[in-house]
Every structure is written in C-alpha cells, then in structure tokens.
C-alpha cells in the first residue's frame, strides 16, 4: 500500500515537473519604454531576461520604434532557452517586416517568426524596417509550437519544415478545424492543376497540388504570394503542372472546399529554390544624372498629365521654397541651371534623404545646389501646365558654387561671384568668377 501509494506521488510530481517545462516563456521588448529617453537611446544592443538584441546598424530604443536600416542585421539570442516564436508590431507602411529577406534559422511568415534556434539572424535586404514592438517566446522543450491539429486527426506529416504535412493532409487539418488556422503550416506536393496563374496586377497565383501531380486527391492553394512572401513581377518564373512545391501558409475551409487562407500563404520552395531572384518593387535606377533645361526639355516633350516611366537624378539651385513641412515629411521647392533664374522646375514634395520623411526644416536654403531623384510629369491644372519632378526624394545638398554639372552661373556681363557662388559687389583678397572665369585678387 504504502509503495503504491509512493509511487502515485511521485507519478504526480513528475506529472507537474513535465507541465512546468512544457510552459513556455515569453519576453517583450517595447520600444516605447526601452530606454527611452536616456543618454544610450541610440543604442544597437539591449538585453533583457537572458534575450539580447543587437542591430549591425540603426538603433534600439529612440522611445518610439528600433529601426533596422536597410542591409543591416538584426541578431537575436538567448540564454535561457531556445527560441520558438518571436511575434513583430511593426510602423507598417515600408517599414514592414517583410523587408527582413534574409533569415539565418526558422521563417517569418508575415509578423510572426516561428522555429528552434538558441539565435536567429535576421537581414533587412529588402528594406529598412521599423519595429515598436518584439515579444519573444522561449520553447522549453524547443520544436515548433503547432496546437493544431486536433487530436482526432491523423496525418502523414506534422505541417513542419521538416516534416511537411500532404495535400490530403492539410485537407484533413482544414476540414477538422472548420474556420481559418491560427497557425501556419508547411505543404508539399506537385502542381496538378492551375486556375490562375501569377500576374502582376494581383501578385497572387490559385492552383491545386497533389502528391503526385494527378489531379487526384488535390489541395487548393488559394492566392498565395511568391517565393519569399513576395508579389510576383514579370520575370520570375511561372508556375506549370508538375512543379514540386512547399507552400506555408494558414488553413481554411470555404465553402466545404478545404483551402490556404487567401494572400496568408506563400510558395516556399518551387523545385528547391527558396530565393525570389526578381524582387517586386525595387527602386529603377536613373538611366542618368541632367540638368534642369534637359529635364524641361523631356518635360515639354510630354503629352498633358504625362509621367516619365523612367526616373532621373536633377540637379540646380534653388530659387523658391514653397514649403517645408515636417509634419507631412516632404519639401516642395523650385530648382534652375541659373541661381538668378526666375522660373525652373517644380520639385514636388519630396522627401528626405534615402527617401526617408524630412525631419528637419532646414534641410534645404535658396541657393543650395540639390539633387533630387524622380520622375518628370508634365502636371496640368486649369490649363496651366506646370513642370515637375515628382515621386522623389533628396539625394544630396551643397552650399552655392559657381557652377553646377558645368552649367555657368556667372552668365550676366560682368557680374561677379565668389566661390560659394554668392554674388558680391566689392572684390576683397581671394579667388572670385566673373563672366565665367576664375581669377585671384591679391
């Protein structure tokens, strides 16, 4: 009696031993509160409860959001654990997290990562991204953590990268359930059939997979992104029948059609290629850098509310200011070859540097020589026609000087300029341009 009666103790205690390393531990880091408003806000490591987050280049902690700029790296480590789960709140707009396109362990879908790993390195090839918030789950006994799918349902796979779940079994998984999953799952089979394929006005492909490419015992992939989460854009590749997939994504059942949750899945791997070698809305470089008269000239050539599909780089003085707003993060201002000229090209509200919001309102003076970076629109209202760079941003600011890209300012007879390109009246000691020359008074 009294061994039985041990033993059932002890059964307890080992019961309540493995509840409590089953638990999961979870440390957020909120920007708003991290180190906010001290000395080290610019910081690029903060540590917090064994988890530490370091950043190659940006900075943690400005008591609004951590900024990871573009090409940088997030790592994330921990001593407590291995790391299961990080959810992201992130500024949206383009500092999404899917600028992260690099990921060293596990994947992101959308905000959420999910995986087994002591640390994980995080690229923002993409683009620079902005974070509010991270909260950091700590898996005890580490794997993926997927509650689904019910116990009644068995499956071949187990929805993970490593053990990926079948078309018949995701079907299984979404009809058990019978409303969208919370969690994503891995799925592997052949392309069988196709209903749409990609475009670029949608982004999305719907196509049906099998096991082995028959259409028996098919799975509805419904609108899901390219590889890498991403749009697809003319010159990836297309999908045909035949073609070996992973798809990640949620489940759900529609109209008793089992399926993906449309635009919340994504082909993972097509034929074992995980890389997006096009990647959608990447900035066109200018085809070249021109004057303000040769961006006139391409602007006159223009039919009435007609924009450059290609983008330029413009450079001149600026001779008028319009406004300068912070609040809104963009410039209007009017640039020309000539500091004295009275009319030029419109630069309509552009923004900062690395076409980031203007945070400063003296970004820019009359005079400067700016650069801006854009199209040209030939923009007309009430029959006035009105020259102008548009959907651009600054790329550099210079004090006044005698020329720009050689374009002479001193083009009046006998006007003189010193070499911050000031017109003066008086010549004292120094180096001056007068009728486009240089010469030195001593």
């Known amino acids: 009696m009294r061994k039985t009666l041990l033993f059932s103790i002890v059964s307890l205690m080992l019961m309540l031993c493995g509840t409590i390393m089953a638990e999961n531990k979870t440390v957020t880091f909120d920007a708003t509160v991290d180190l906010s408003g001290q000395a080290d806000a610019g910081a690029q490591s903060l540590s917090k409860e064994g988890i530490t987050l370091s950043i190659s280049n940006g900075m943690l902690g400005n008591g609004s959001e951590y900024r990871i700029y573009k090409n940088a790296t997030l790592d994330i480590t921990s001593t407590v654990g291995n790391i299961t789960k990080i959810v992201f709140t992130d500024k949206g707009g383009n500092y999404k997290t899917d600028g992260f396109t690099s990921i060293s362990a596990g994947s992101i879908s959308e905000t959420t990562w999910t995986g087994d790993a002591a640390s994980l390195t995080l690229t923002a090839a993409g683009h620079q991204v902005r974070l509010t918030q991270l909260v950091v789950t700590i898996g005890e006994g580490g794997g993926e953590v997927n509650p689904e799918p019910q116990p009644t349902v068995e499956t071949t796979g187990k929805g993970t990268l490593e053990s990926p779940y079948t078309p018949s079994d995701a079907a299984k998984v979404a009809t ?215 959907s651009c941003y600054i790329v550099s600011v210079e004090e006044g000087a005698a020329s720009v890209e050689g374009i002479s300012m001193a083009t009046q007879q006998g006007q003189l300029y010193n070499l911050a390109g000031q017109r003066v009246s008086v010549a004292q000691k120094g180096l001056y341009i007068r009728d486009g020359k240089k010469f030195l008074v001593k």
Do not use: C
């Open 176 to 390: 058990a359930l019978g409303t969208t999953s919370t969690e994503s799952y891995y799925i592997q089979g052949k392309v069988s059939e196709i209903t749409y394929e990609f475009d670029e006005q949608h982004g999305t492909a719907t196509f049906y997979i099998s096991a082995d490419g028959t259409t028996t015992d098919q799975f509805l992939v419904y609108g899901a992104y390219y590889l890498e989460n991403k749009s697809w854009v003319e010159g990836n590749a297309q999908i045909k029948v035949g073609d070996d997939v992973i798809i990640y994504g949620k489940l759900t059942v529609y109209k008793d059609t089992p399926e993906t949750a449309s635009k919340q899945n994504y082909i993972y791997s097509l034929n074992g290629n995980t890389k997006n070698e096009v990647q959608p809305q990447e900035p066109v470089e200018p085809t070249e850098t021109i004057s303000v008269a040769k961006a006139l000239e391409i602007i006159n050539a223009l039919e009435d509310g007609k924009t450059t599909a290609e983008e330029y780089e413009v450079t001149g003085y600026v001779i008028s200011i319009d406004e300068i707003s912070t609040s809104y993060g963009n410039a209007t201002f009017t640039l020309a070859d000539d500091k004295d000229a009275q009319t030029g090209v419109k630069v309509f509200r552009a923004k900062g540097f690395d076409n980031e919001k203007i945070a400063d309102e003296n970004i820019i003076k009359l005079g400067n020589i700016v650069k801006v970076h854009g199209k040209l629109q030939r923009y007309v209202k009430d029959e006035v026609m009105t020259p102008e760079v548009s």
